[in-house]
């Protein structure tokens, strides 16, 4: 009889030790799902506007912006003002 009261102490302990592992994970998943979603729209602005400059004929043979990981970053998590930042850094740089 006391062996089934200790499994069952056990069982709850492990239940809480559980669910407070997941709530300190979440954030950190939550997080870099959030910051991986932005690198997706950043690379998606990139193209974008690469895509209109050789549409417009703005440029010719080469990508206005390389759309690599450090852009895509600086785009998504900075948005507009980001990709004319990158825009500004390649023409002033």
Do not use: E, Q
Not at 3 to 26: D, E, H, N, Q, W
Not at 54 to 61: L, P
């Amino acid at each position: 009889m006391s062996s089934t009261y200790l499994i069952g102490g056990a069982v709850i302990v492990f239940i809480i030790l559980l669910a407070l592992l997941f709530k300190i994970i979440r954030s950190p998943i939550k997080w870099a799902l959030k910051l991986l979603f932005h690198a997706a729209t950043g690379f998606l602005a990139l193209f974008l506007l690469n895509w209109a400059c050789k549409t417009f004929g703005i440029i010719a043979d080469a990508n206005l912006i390389d759309p690599n990981l450090i852009n895509c970053l600086v785009a998504g998590v900075l948005g507009v003002p980001g990709v004319i930042l990158l825009v500004l850094i390649k023409y002033l740089f």
